[in-house]
């Protein structure tokens, strides 16, 4: 099997199958592609787009091909030596609907099932109706409404022969214990008779074994011809008595059916994120860790999977253990493969989104992150600190919206007290027990840990800290700190003292310090609490609400990036890449997912206006007044706000399609459902004017008003233009950009990862956007022209040149794998007037060396080229400065037939004379 030495991501799902993924991999061989990196495979639920909702971990998704199609890529795969990388998901099942068979019988079971343990429910509630009863917020309206309408009948499988309540897709089943009391109604003296026995289940030794026994018998009745009508008429609850009966018996059960709106406050296990239908797993738990990990275990140990991706690592109790956990089960799986598919190392990766200065834990045992972090360097690198000064300053004229930090502030406070409102209870009175403990902080009150509580994980710089028996980290510190520091000044003095006790409790004071009993418990609860509750106030209200409500430029607002940092230089570039290969050499380099908000090559586009800050602020001015007859009146305001208008306009430049003309009727048509679809996510995210629990759908038809006007009225013909005219004169200038991203993701340290499709441009938007099919006919075809560099630069419209790009320096990687992978990483110097407009380094092997160059914050340079290629002229006398001599004789470019001389010194000029980007390799 090759080495891993670049991977593409595939969104896996019904329309696009392990089958349909086999028939493309001789294209992705082509390609230089040495892995296939999966999304999840497990058996999702039904019509599932993406793999994340679990609910059987003990079979491949029969809507994928199940494993027999596993088998058929993994066989395709290995004919051409590759490899299979799966995403796994660790933290959390689908739950609720009816697919999921350890949730359902949890919920006939209650405490008696063995899947008890296996989601993460508190059964001790403060709330006396919740008491020993798991919430299931699924009803559509309040639960004595739902009962009142007969909208949650009991109702009986045939197949199973199981008692159930349902709910639209939702079918919470009766406890056996409980189906003497419904057979006690029936009419026919046989399923009377079946009453006493179930009701014996009570005093039974294994009554889930015994009550699969009478199930079978229940059913086999009634397919005989026994009836249940009476039994199931007596439970009607649109009749008086049956309401009665009804209520009764859901009463008895060990779940409390509820409206959807009391999830926020009231719900009493752990969900991914603020999502019902995901129920958080106890992964820490050696019975569950084996129980959800063992199919993927099988097909290790088979040689038929050759690396995991962790999804959410942060939602877990545990992620230190849980990775070392693996990874020694893992290793140990090793030596049983079967010769063909050996393995010396199995990578294992998290996703992992790092804050501002931090860094992967290496005792996790893990090869790296997914490489958000790595998007967000790059961004970084393409932004021009001219513009931050003129783009923050339109950005508030015209939002008349506070700076980043205080949204993002202002968003953490709306989600704890509103979607994860219940998870911060669970967190305050967690706390609140430990303060109890203890003599010296038992008076401290449950409203003044609330207080503290909030304004801590407000000002919480990461997703979290990893507490352990041990304390803090010291890698941890310094994140903790800062919070602390920040809630203090939130804070009135009165609550100081509050800041030192959860000091002390998060992980100040290390609970192995107690000794064993009730308070070390307590304390340890708190403290895995805690943490999984900082991970989703993040990504709710940062990625999910400030990213939406914030835009002075929306390339700096994407998953992982730090939004409120615009820009930074090349030595803080190099610096990383150097840290990446000391650490991390492995880590994957993403510069699009599946959970982009914009694709790659919309955020190059966009990174521009950071070079063009005064021409934007010029424009905007114009468009707005153009639009002025589209925008409308509402009683809450203006539609479009200010500053949704102005993320639109943003979007629309860049996204604009390369081959959009204005005339093409369809073809805007199909663009504008794509910025409503958008447009819809984005305002509800932003829970301004509109939010996914309480839809505003006036304003969310007057944005759309907006934006098909804009784009397909004839009366605003001049305002479309204007915008067209406009994504023109970035669309070069930012294939430039795009060229640079890509040839920095496939030489800088770590292992290149190929978001699908996006070896052409990529344009997409946020989810389900960027999950859109994608033609690899054309990819295929395209791949085996033999188009010379100009004729590629002639057509860049087309993709054709990226596809170009990706495929040599794949080539060139997977024929010197070491060098990338392993090699020294030195920035080089550069000299001249535009030293600052480039970007240079070397990777050092033995005995070969590759001197790789983009230019950056170069649009200037291009003037009125109609290609990306910067005219060679133009570079005047930038000049590389090599700290060592390159041979002619042994040094080619990879992109065009670079002259080299013996000097230390190579002049831009030449080295970018017939491609955007260049890769020089010396044969030392």
Same mark, same amino acid.
């Given at each position: ?213 009478? $199930? ?507 915008? $067209? ?200």
């Amino acid at each position: 099997m090759k080495p891993l030495t670049a991977t593409v991501r595939l969104q896996l799902h019904s329309d696009f199958s392990l089958d349909d993924a086999a028939a493309l991999v001789p294209y992705f061989a082509a390609l230089g592609i040495s892995h296939v990196y999966a999304s999840p495979i497990l058996t999702a639920r039904a019509g599932s787009r993406h793999g994340y909702d679990v609910v059987d971990p003990t079979r491949i998704n029969p809507e994928l091909g199940g494993e027999p199609a596993l088998q058929r890529l993994v066989g395709a795969l290995r004919q051409h030596g590759m490899g299979l990388i799966l995403d796994t998901v660790s933290n959390h099942m689908a739950v609720g609907g009816a697919d999921n068979p350890w949730w359902q019988n949890l919920l006939a079971w209650g405490r008696r099932s063995p899947y008890a343990e296996f989601f993460d429910i508190q059964w001790h509630s403060s709330d006396p109706l919740l008491a020993g009863q798991l919430l299931l917020p699924f009803l559509a309206s309040d639960y004595g409404q739902a009962l009142q309408a007969g909208e949650i009948p009991l109702t009986f499988d045939a197949r199973q022969g199981v008692f159930e309540v349902a709910h639209h897709e939702h079918r919470f089943p009766i406890c056996p214990l409980d189906y003497g009391r419904i057979l006690g109604q029936a009419e026919d003296a046989r399923l009377q008779a079946l009453a006493e026995p179930f009701g014996a289940l009570h005093e039974a030794a294994e009554p889930l074994v015994a009550a699969l026994a009478l $199930q079978r018998e229940l059913a086999r009745l009634v397919a005989d011809g026994a009836s249940l009508d009476a039994a199931l008429a007596a439970f009607d609850s649109r009749e008086q008595a049956g309401f009665k009966r009804l209520h009764l018996l859901l009463e008895r059960q060990t779940y409390r059916l509820a409206s959807w709106r009391t999830a926020a406050d009231d719900i009493n296990w752990r969900r991914f994120f603020d999502i019902n239908e995901l129920g958080g797993l106890r992964v820490e738990r050696s019975a569950v860790f084996e129980a959800t990990h063992a199919k993927l275990f099988s097909l290790i140990e088979r040689g038929l999977v050759d690396g995991l991706r962790i999804d959410h690592i942060d939602g877990l109790a545990d992620p230190r253990r849980y990775c070392r956990n693996l990874r020694r089960r893992v290793d140990g799986l090793l030596a049983r493969r079967p010769l063909s598919a050996a393995l010396e190392h199995f990578p294992i990766y998290v996703e992992k989104i790092l804050g501002s200065g931090e860094q992967l834990h290496r005792d996790w045992l893990t090869d790296g992150t997914t490489g958000y972090e790595f998007m967000n360097q790059v961004s970084l690198l393409q932004h021009d600190p001219a513009g931050e000064a003129p783009l923050s300053a339109l950005w508030h004229s015209i939002s008349q919206r506070p700076d980043f930090a205080e949204e993002q502030r202002s968003a953490r406070h709306l989600v704890l007290n509103a979607s994860l409102a219940g998870d911060c209870e669970s967190v305050a009175q967690a706390l609140l027990q430990v303060a109890r403990d203890d003599l010296m902080t038992r008076d401290l009150t449950l409203g003044a840990i609330r207080r503290a509580l909030q304004a801590l994980v407000a000002h919480y710089p990461v997703y979290r800290t990893y507490i352990n028996a041990c304390g803090r980290p010291a890698e941890d510190e310094a994140f903790f700190q800062q919070a602390l520091a920040g809630a203090r000044q939130t804070l009135a003095e009165a609550d100081w003292p509050l800041l030192e006790a959860l000091q002390r409790w998060l992980g100040g004071q290390p609970w192995r310090q107690l000794p064993p009993g009730r308070p070390r418990k307590h304390l340890r609860h708190a403290c895995v609490r805690f943490q999984q509750l900082t991970a989703p106030s993040a990504a709710k209200a940062v990625e999910d609400t400030a990213f939406y409500r914030s835009a002075r430029l929306l390339s700096r607002n994407d998953v992982g990036f730090e939004a409120e940092r615009f820009s930074a230089d090349p030595a803080w570039f190099h610096n990383e890449a150097q840290r990446r290969l000391r650490d991390f050499p492995d880590n994957l380099l993403a510069t699009a997912t599946h959970d982009h908000k914009r694709g790659e090559d919309c955020r190059a586009r966009l990174a521009l206006l950071s070079e063009r800050g005064p021409w934007l602020a010029s424009r905007v001015e114009h468009w707005r007044e153009l639009a002025a007859p589209l925008r409308e009146a509402l009683d809450d305001g203006e539609a479009p706000s200010p500053g949704d208008e102005l993320q639109l306009l943003q979007t629309l430049l860049g996204s604009w399609p390369l081959d959009l003309g204005l005339h093409a009727r369809q073809a805007l048509a199909a663009y504008a459902a794509r910025i409503r679809q958008w447009q819809q996510k984005a305002l509800r995210e932003a829970k301004l004017r509109s939010s996914w629990a309480a839809p505003n759908a006036r304003y969310e038809q007057a944005c759309a008003r907006y934006v098909d006007g804009l784009l397909l009225d004839d009366e605003h013909q001049q305002l479309r233009q204007a915008l $067209q005219q406009a994504a023109a004169q970035l669309a070069c200038p930012g294939a430039l950009n795009a060229l640079a991203q890509c040839l920095l993701r496939m030489t800088t340290p770590g292992v290149p990862d190929l978001y699908q499709g996006n070896e052409y441009w990529d344009f997409s938007l946020v989810d389900p956007d960027n999950r859109r099919p994608v033609d690899y006919a054309a990819r295929r075809a395209s791949l085996s022209d033999s188009a010379s560099l100009a004729e590629l630069l002639a057509h860049w419209r087309d993709g054709r040149i990226k596809q170009a790009l990706v495929a040599r320096m794949l080539d060139c990687r997977q024929a010197r794998a070491e060098l990338f992978r392993r090699g020294d990483y030195l920035p080089l110097g550069v000299q001249g007037k535009h030293a600052d407009k480039v970007l240079a380094f070397a990777r050092l092997g033995d005995g070969e060396r590759a001197i790789v160059v983009v230019p950056r914050l170069a649009s200037s340079l291009l003037g009125s080229a109609a290609t990306p290629l910067i005219p060679a002229q133009n570079w005047d006398d930038t000049r590389l400065v090599l700290p060592f001599a390159l041979s002619p004789a042994n040094c080619s470019g990879l992109f065009g037939g670079t002259a080299v001389s013996p000097s230390r010194e190579l002049m831009l000029s030449a080295v970018l004379a017939e491609f955007p980007v260049n890769v020089l390799i010396d044969h030392a």
